[in-house]
């Protein structure tokens, strides 16, 4: 508590312009109407550029003799973004095999994605939003030297969980409006926790690989998921699980103003802050720094006299946490439903590409999730022309396939850093590289 | 609905399990040549669901032809096999060549296969939906001469499949390969000491290949096996085989004897969550389904939790070969 309050003081001007971003978020809509959200929107948008240009600059002035080739963020960011590059282009060639004349069309309407209209902006933040955070989950524990594949399965308890809350506890709202909604979120964090603290005790205690036991873990939640759904929130009429109450929908707190028309809720907000908690703990504190030490050494870790088996499993527990928080959000919407059919929820294997997308960086798998759900959108509005959505899970698994073979990329671009730089010395003092992406860089160190 | 006699579940329960048992069996010994070399496989669903969808299209294409049943099987059975050998081939080069992460480069498998098959189904298949329905009926009413012997013919050479028996015969031959050639022991030195298999002059990156591309093919088939067995139609998925023959590689604890008694379990407890509505003493137990199916997931956690320190998995796999490391 004390690293976080220390880490809001030392970066005062960031909250501040933070907090003011969000007044205007909740406040401006209902004051100003319907006709004022581009121009909030927009103005969100420059102060968001300004500030990580200003991030840059300050950057750059502490350390004038930097040189892109020796950062490996920027070296692992531009990976990234080569592997995303290399499964666009997939895309377009299965396109253009597929369908010649309209490939260019459908290849403009993937990459404009979300960014079409403000309606489908907020749809994009609001189906961004459980990848975000099982993003989060599964970055959350690789980080911690864990690779969580498990996320599933903690995602469909805590989805249940949420789901049960929302259909039987309505007389919360009585209390106070939000109480419902709070407490289903709260448990299914909870629930995700402990779901994810079983692969966590069998590693640390057995020395099972988490790996495999969290694959057996997600078939087993997958069933129990049914064998409860069918036994205490049952409608049988749809074959499916019971309504929940409207309290225990996620609230819009006015986002809905901001973006007419879209599918928006309070989930983004939840999923902001997770990245910021997340961020502080990884980065900011001696707790998450002993977690790094025991992932990247157990034993190393151990002999500095840190508690190594009880820091996996507090890995694994917060991990599936976010995951089960995941799943709270993406099922406690209206019109929603969980459904007692055995199958895997894919939004687990979801996390796993955006974490990897987002270099395991809390604010990296925020852009990710955000970069997927784009993509998503992408998906949807190429049904006007004559390609399936399915395509983008296609250009997704190609990127995370490209990104496995990060060292091979790494090395490309390696390469041609220390050739642009080679070629700057030469001309002279100048900028090579500089940009947003370099802010991005600098930003998570 | 009259209760069976116990031979008439007899009867109906061990065909079925045999159906079963088979496809598991086999993905086990593909992810166990995969991890004897020194690669984690856990793409298994991936390139299973893979060889199904190619090898369901190709029979599909080829059933109104003159063909026999039985040949087309065979012929939708060998696609599938290099139609797995193929996949395969992109995991092998991300963790040999590339030395990745080889659970993400099988996450990226797994994650490609189901979305292409969607894809590729519903792009051109005339009605525009992900299925492939096959028309025929594969199964073999009674193998000649065997199916007529009493009781042993009723359980194994009556309502089987092609596949079962070349599956059996596949099994016995990829067993006995690795365990008593030269190249199979090759294979195994390779998962578990690549610095002193590359000292002796064996070539790490060309074996371990071997093993993945194997895997690849038995699993691919087994992707068919599973779409002739109890499908009958090609649906995007493979239910979660390609996981649970992992599960049997672990919970037989990578023994090619203890493979066929942990996915004859499998199987069985498969069976019963689906017979539990006719076989009367599941009847009256009144379980859900899905506790004897979640059964041996559980089964392989407890084994894991508890046999782990003298476990028979191959110490090198998983970790990419790097000839300067000691």
Same mark, same amino acid.
């Given at each position: 508590?004390?690293?976080?309050?220390?880490?809001?003081?030392?970066?005062?001007?960031?909250?501040?312009?933070?907090?003011?971003? !969000?007044?205007?978020? =909740?406040?401006?809509? $209902?004051? %100003?109407?319907?006709?004022? @959200?581009? *121009?909030? &929107?927009?103005?969100? /948008?420059?102060?968001?550029?300004?500030?990580?240009?200003?991030?840059?600059?300050?950057?750059?002035?502490?350390?004038?003799?930097?040189?892109?080739?020796?950062?490996?963020?920027?070296?692992?960011?531009?990976?990234?973004?080569?592997?995303?590059?290399?499964?666009?282009?997939?895309?377009?060639?299965?396109?253009?095999?597929?369908?010649?004349?309209?490939?260019?069309?459908?290849?403009?309407?993937?990459?404009?994605?979300?960014?079409?209209?403000?309606?489908?902006?907020?749809?994009?933040?609001?189906?961004?939003?459980?990848?975000?955070?099982?993003? !989060?989950?599964?970055? =959350?524990?690789?980080? $911690?030297? %864990?690779?969580?594949?498990? @996320?599933? *399965?903690? &995602?469909?308890?805590? /989805?249940?969980?949420?789901?049960?809350?929302?259909?039987?506890?309505?007389?919360?709202?009585?209390?106070?409006?939000?109480?419902?909604?709070?407490?289903?979120?709260?448990?299914?964090?909870?629930?995700?926790?402990?779901?994810?603290?079983?692969?966590?005790?069998?590693?640390?205690?057995?020395?099972?690989?988490?790996?495999?036991?969290?694959?057996?873990?997600?078939?087993?939640?997958?069933?129990?998921?049914?064998?409860?759904?069918?036994?205490?929130?049952?409608?049988?009429?749809?074959?499916?699980?019971?309504?929940?109450?409207?309290?225990?929908?996620?609230?819009?707190?006015?986002?809905?103003?901001?973006?007419?028309?879209?599918?928006?809720?309070? *989930?983004?907000?939840?999923?902001?802050?997770?990245?910021?908690?997340?961020?502080?703990?990884?980065?900011?504190?001696?707790?998450?720094?002993?977690?790094?030490?025991?992932?990247?050494?157990?034993?190393?870790?151990?002999?500095?006299?840190?508690?190594?088996?009880?820091?996996?499993?507090?890995?694994?527990?917060?991990?599936?946490?976010?995951?089960?928080?995941?799943?709270?959000?993406?099922?406690?919407?209206?019109?929603?439903?969980?459904?007692?059919?055995?199958?895997?929820?894919?939004?687990?294997?979801?996390?796993?590409?955006?974490?990897?997308?987002?270099?395991?960086?809390?604010?990296?798998?925020?852009?990710?999730?955000?970069?997927?759900?784009?993509?998503?959108?992408?998906?949807?509005?190429?049904?006007?022309?004559?390609?399936?959505?399915?395509?983008?899970?296609?250009?997704?698994?190609?990127?995370?396939?490209?990104?496995?073979?990060?060292?091979?990329?790494?090395?490309?671009?390696?390469?041609?850093?220390?050739?642009?730089?080679?070629?700057?010395?030469?001309?002279?003092?100048?900028?090579?590289?500089?940009?947003?992406?370099?802010?991005?860089?600098?930003?998570?160190? | 609905?009259?209760?069976?006699?116990?031979?008439?579940?007899?009867?109906?329960?061990?065909?079925?399990?045999?159906?079963?048992?088979?496809?598991?069996?086999?993905?086990?010994?593909?992810?166990?040549?995969?991890?004897?070399?020194?690669?984690?496989?856990?793409?298994?669903?991936?390139?299973?669901?893979?060889?199904?969808?190619?090898?369901?299209?190709?029979?599909?294409?080829?059933?109104?032809?003159?063909?026999?049943?039985?040949?087309?099987?065979?012929?939708?059975?060998?696609?599938?096999?290099?139609?797995?050998?193929?996949?395969?081939?992109?995991?092998?080069?991300?963790?040999?060549?590339?030395?990745?992460?080889?659970?993400?480069?099988?996450?990226?498998?797994?994650?490609?296969?189901?979305?292409?098959?969607?894809?590729?189904?519903?792009?051109?298949?005339?009605?525009?939906?992900?299925?492939?329905?096959?028309?025929?009926?594969?199964?073999?009413?009674?193998?000649?001469?065997?199916?007529?012997?009493?009781?042993?013919?009723?359980?194994?050479?009556?309502?089987?499949?092609?596949?079962?028996?070349?599956?059996?015969?596949?099994?016995?031959?990829?067993?006995?390969?690795?365990?008593?050639?030269?190249?199979?022991?090759?294979?195994?030195?390779?998962?578990?000491?690549?610095?002193?298999?590359?000292?002796?002059?064996?070539?790490?990156?060309?074996?371990?290949?071997?093993?993945?591309?194997?895997?690849?093919?038995?699993?691919?088939?087994?992707?068919?096996?599973?779409?002739?067995?109890?499908?009958?139609?090609?649906?995007?998925?493979?239910?979660?085989?390609?996981?649970?023959?992992?599960?049997?590689?672990?919970?037989?604890?990578?023994?090619?004897?203890?493979?066929?008694?942990?996915?004859?379990?499998?199987?069985?407890?498969?069976?019963?969550?689906?017979?539990?509505?006719?076989?009367?003493?599941?009847?009256?137990?009144?379980?859900?389904?899905?506790?004897?199916?979640?059964?041996?997931?559980?089964?392989?956690?407890?084994?894991?939790?508890?046999?782990?320190?003298?476990?028979?998995?191959?110490?090198?796999?998983?970790?990419?070969?790097?000839?300067?490391?000691?």
């Amino acid at each position: 508590m004390n690293a976080i309050l220390n880490y809001v003081k030392k970066n005062y001007i960031g909250f501040s312009v933070s907090v003011l971003l !969000l007044l205007q978020v =909740f406040l401006l809509p $209902t004051l %100003l109407g319907e006709e004022a @959200a581009g *121009g909030i &929107l927009f103005s969100i /948008a420059a102060v968001g550029i300004g500030y990580f240009g200003y991030k840059a600059y300050l950057f750059r002035k502490q350390n004038p003799d930097f040189k892109a080739a020796e950062s490996t963020t920027l070296v692992n960011i531009l990976g990234s973004v080569i592997a995303i590059l290399t499964g666009l282009l997939f895309g377009f060639v299965l396109m253009l095999i597929i369908n010649p004349n309209q490939a260019i069309d459908g290849f403009f309407t993937i990459l404009e994605g979300g960014f079409r209209n403000i309606e489908s902006l907020g749809d994009m933040i609001y189906f961004s939003v459980p990848l975000i955070l099982t993003g !989060l989950s599964v970055a =959350f524990a690789f980080r $911690t030297g %864990l690779f969580n594949i498990g @996320a599933s *399965g903690q &995602l469909t308890i805590g /989805a249940f969980v949420a789901v049960y809350i929302g259909v039987r506890w309505g007389a919360l709202a009585d209390i106070h409006p939000l109480l419902h909604w709070l407490a289903a979120i709260l448990f299914a964090t909870i629930a995700g926790g402990l779901w994810g603290a079983i692969p966590g005790l069998l590693k640390a205690y057995r020395n099972v690989n988490e790996v495999v036991a969290s694959i057996m873990l997600n078939y087993v939640a997958m069933y129990i998921n049914t064998v409860l759904i069918r036994n205490f929130i049952y409608n049988p009429d749809f074959a499916r699980a019971l309504d929940i109450k409207p309290s225990a929908a996620s609230p819009t707190f006015n986002l809905d103003l901001l973006f007419p028309d879209s599918s928006i809720n309070a *989930g983004i907000i939840v999923a902001l802050i997770v990245v910021l908690i997340l961020h502080i703990i990884l980065n900011k504190t001696t707790f998450g720094y002993e977690l790094k030490a025991v992932g990247l050494n157990r034993d190393a870790a151990k002999y500095a006299g840190m508690n190594a088996k009880r820091n996996i499993v507090i890995s694994m527990i917060i991990s599936g946490a976010v995951a089960g928080l995941a799943g709270a959000l993406l099922f406690l919407v209206q019109g929603k439903h969980l459904t007692p059919v055995n199958t895997i929820l894919t939004e687990g294997f979801t996390g796993i590409a955006i974490s990897l997308l987002g270099l395991s960086s809390p604010i990296g798998v925020l852009l990710a999730g955000l970069f997927y759900g784009s993509l998503q959108q992408g998906g949807y509005f190429l049904q006007l022309y004559d390609y399936k959505p399915e395509i983008i899970d296609i250009i997704i698994a190609v990127i995370i396939y490209a990104s496995a073979l990060g060292l091979f990329l790494q090395k490309f671009v390696l390469k041609g850093l220390k050739a642009s730089e080679m070629r700057a010395a030469r001309q002279g003092p100048g900028d090579a590289t500089g940009d947003t992406t370099e802010a991005e860089g600098s930003d998570d160190k | 609905m009259t209760d069976l006699t116990f031979l008439e579940i007899l009867y109906f329960i061990i065909p079925l399990m045999i159906a079963s048992t088979i496809p598991l069996m086999l993905v086990a010994t593909g992810a166990l040549y995969s991890e004897r070399s020194g690669v984690v496989n856990i793409a298994l669903e991936g390139i299973m669901l893979m060889g199904a969808f190619v090898g369901a299209v190709v029979m599909k294409q080829l059933e109104p032809t003159e063909l026999g049943t039985q040949m087309i099987a065979l012929v939708g059975l060998t696609v599938g096999m290099i139609t797995g050998i193929a996949f395969s081939f992109l995991h092998a080069f991300a963790a040999i060549n590339m030395r990745a992460n080889q659970i993400i480069s099988a996450t990226a498998l797994n994650m490609f296969a189901p979305a292409f098959a969607i894809f590729m189904n519903r792009t051109f298949s005339e009605q525009g939906t992900q299925r492939v329905l096959l028309a025929r009926n594969y199964r073999i009413a009674s193998v000649e001469f065997l199916g007529d012997i009493p009781f042993i013919g009723d359980l194994f050479f009556q309502g089987a499949y092609l596949s079962t028996y070349i599956g059996i015969v596949l099994f016995v031959v990829a067993a006995v390969f690795l365990y008593k050639t030269k190249w199979g022991l090759r294979i195994r030195a390779c998962g578990e000491n690549p610095h002193a298999a590359d000292s002796l002059g064996i070539n790490i990156y060309k074996i371990r290949y071997a093993g993945v591309l194997v895997s690849g093919a038995l699993a691919g088939m087994g992707g068919v096996i599973f779409v002739l067995s109890f499908a009958t139609a090609f649906n995007a998925s493979v239910a979660g085989f390609g996981f649970l023959a992992l599960a049997v590689l672990i919970f037989g604890n990578w023994n090619p004897k203890r493979i066929i008694l942990a996915a004859s379990f499998f199987a069985l407890m498969r069976i019963i969550s689906n017979t539990t509505a006719v076989v009367p003493f599941l009847r009256d137990l009144n379980l859900d389904p899905e506790l004897y199916q979640m059964l041996p997931y559980i089964a392989t956690l407890v084994v894991l939790a508890f046999v782990s320190k003298n476990s028979a998995a191959p110490r090198a796999a998983g970790e990419p070969y790097d000839p300067g490391k000691r």
